[in-house]
C-alpha cells in the first residue's frame, strides 16, 4: 500500500524538481546556440576557426625555414614578411623609385613599381602607433579579411539566403591559400574592397561606391574586371528604367553614372601613374614583365605552356580549353539563378581577366581567392551538411599541403 501511494508521489516530486533543471540546461543550449548568433558574429567566428587552423600549421612550418647565419631560428613574423612582403615594405619605406629600374644588362629590372600603394600606406600608418612592420601589416590583414568575411556574408546572403552565404564565408577562409588573408600582401584589403563595391552596387548606394572604386585602383589589379561588372550593371539598370512607364528622372541616373566612370578611372589609374612616375607608357606593363621568363607580357600564352608541361603537349591545350568551357557553362548554367548578375559577371570576367595577365603559377591558388561567389555556386550544389563540410574540410588539408609546399620551397612564392 505504501509503495502504490509513494510511487506517483515520488516520480510527480522528481518531475518537479528536474523540470526547472532541464529547463535551464535547455536555456543555455539556446542561449549558447552558434546559429542565433547575428550573421556578421558567424562569420567573424569561422574566420576565427580558420586562423586558428592557419596559424597553427604555420607556426609548425617555420621549422622547415632552417636557421639565419647566426644559427638563430627564423620567426614566423620573419617568414611571414618573405615574398611580397618585402616589397610593400620598400614602398613603405623607400617609396618608389625615379624611372624604371635598369640593371647591368640594360633590361627592366624587378622594382616597388608593380606593387599598388595602397596596402603598404595603410600598414605604415598603423606601424607609426608602435608596433613594428611585421605586426602592423599582420594587423591590417587580419582587419581587412575580418571586413570581408562580414562583407561577403552580407552580399552572397542578399541573393542566395544566409546559410549559403555561411558557407561560402566558410569556403573562402578555409581555401587552401587563405592563409595570405593574414600575411603581409594585399589580397585581404582587396577582398574587403570588392565586397563592400557589390553591396554597394546591391543597395544602389551609387555615390559611396565611387570612393571604393577609386582605392580599388590603387590597391590591386583588380579594376579592369570589376569596371566590367559595373558597366553590365549600369546597363541593365538603364535599360530596366527605359522599361518602365514612367521614366525615372535623369538625375537618378546621376550615382550609377558616376559609379561607372570612377570604375574606368580605377582601370587605368595605377598604369596611368606609373606612366606619370617613370615617364614610360607602359612602364608597368615592362616592370610586370620582369617577373617572367621571357621578360613579355604575352596574353594567354603562359597558361599553355603551362599546360603542356603539366599536362602533355597535346593533353594539356585541351583540358585548359575544356576546364574554361566548362567554367563559363556553370556560370551560365546557375550563375545569376544562385549568385546574382553582378557576382556572376564578376567570376567571368575576372576569369577572363587572369586567362589574360596571369604568369606567377604558384601564386595562382591566392589570385582565385576573389572568385569567393564560385563558393555560393558550390554550396548550391548539394544542401547536405555533410557535402558542405567535407569541402571545407578539404580545402583545410590542401591549404596545410600548400603551406608545406610553399616553406619547404627555395623557389616557390605564395
Request: with cysteine.
Amino acid at each position: 500500500m505504501t509503495s502504490t501511494v509513494a510511487g506517483p508521489a515520488t516520480v510527480a516530486g522528481s518531475a518537479t524538481v528536474a523540470g526547472p533543471a532541464l529547463d535551464r540546461g535547455a536555456r543555455q543550449r539556446h542561449r549558447f546556440d552558434p546559429r542565433r548568433l547575428p550573421g556578421w558574429a558567424q562569420a567573424l567566428a569561422v574566420l576565427a576557426a580558420s586562423r586558428l587552423l592557419y596559424t597553427y600549421v604555420a607556426l609548425r612550418c617555420v621549422d622547415f625555414a632552417g636557421f639565419h647565419r647566426d644559427g638563430t631560428h627564423w620567426t614566423y613574423l620573419q617568414i611571414a614578411n618573405n615574398w611580397d612582403g618585402t616589397w610593400y615594405r620598400r614602398v613603405a619605406v623607400e617609396g618608389y623609385p625615379h624611372g624604371l629600374v635598369i640593371d647591368s644588362t640594360g633590361a627592366v629590372a624587378n622594382s616597388t613599381w608593380a606593387f599598388y600603394p595602397l596596402y603598404p600606406g595603410l600598414v605604415r600608418l598603423v606601424e607609426g602607433l608602435g608596433p613594428g612592420w611585421e605586426a602592423a601589416a599582420t594587423v591590417v590583414s587580419l582587419a581587412c579579411a575580418a571586413g570581408a568575411a562580414v562583407l561577403v556574408r552580407s552580399v552572397t546572403a542578399q541573393v542566395a539566403g544566409p546559410r549559403a552565404a555561411l558557407w561560402t564565408v566558410a569556403f573562402l577562409c578555409f581555401f587552401p591559400s587563405a592563409l595570405v588573408l593574414q600575411l603581409p600582401y594585399s589580397e585581404a584589403l582587396a577582398l574587403l574592397l570588392l565586397a563592400a563595391v557589390f553591396r554597394c552596387l546591391q543597395r544602389g548606394r551609387y555615390l559611396v561606391a565611387v570612393p571604393l572604386l577609386l582605392l580599388v585602383g590603387v590597391a590591386r589589379p583588380i579594376a579592369v574586371p570589376l569596371a566590367a561588372v559595373v558597366t553590365v550593371h549600369v546597363g541593365a539598370r538603364v535599360l530596366a528604367a527605359r522599361g518602365t512607364p514612367r521614366r525615372p528622372a535623369a538625375r537618378s541616373l546621376v550615382g550609377p553614372v558616376l559609379a561607372w566612370l570612377a570604375s574606368g578611372v580605377a582601370a587605368v589609374a595605377w598604369p596611368a601613374i606609373v606612366w606619370w612616375g617613370t615617364g614610360v607608357p607602359d612602364g608597368y606593363t615592362r616592370t610586370m614583365a620582369t617577373w617572367r621568363t621571357p621578360r613579355e607580357v604575352v596574353p594567354v600564352q603562359p597558361w599553355v605552356v603551362a599546360s603542356k608541361f603539366y599536362l602533355g603537349e597535346h593533353v594539356g591545350p585541351v583540358l585548359l580549353v575544356a576546364g574554361t568551357a566548362g567554367l563559363l557553362w556553370w556560370l551560365v548554367r546557375s550563375g545569376r539563378r544562385v549568385a546574382g548578375l553582378d557576382l556572376t559577371v564578376w567570376c567571368g570576367a575576372y576569369a577572363v581577366y587572369l586567362l589574360a595577365v596571369l604568369d606567377s603559377f604558384s601564386s595562382l591558388p591566392r589570385y582565385l581567392l576573389p572568385l569567393f561567389p564560385l563558393g555560393t555556386l558550390l554550396a548550391a550544389v548539394s544542401g547536405s551538411r555533410a557535402f558542405r563540410v567535407t569541402v571545407t574540410v578539404a580545402f583545410g588539408v590542401l591549404g596545410i599541403v600548400w603551406m608545406l609546399a610553399i616553406w619547404r620551397s627555395r623557389s616557390w612564392a605564395p
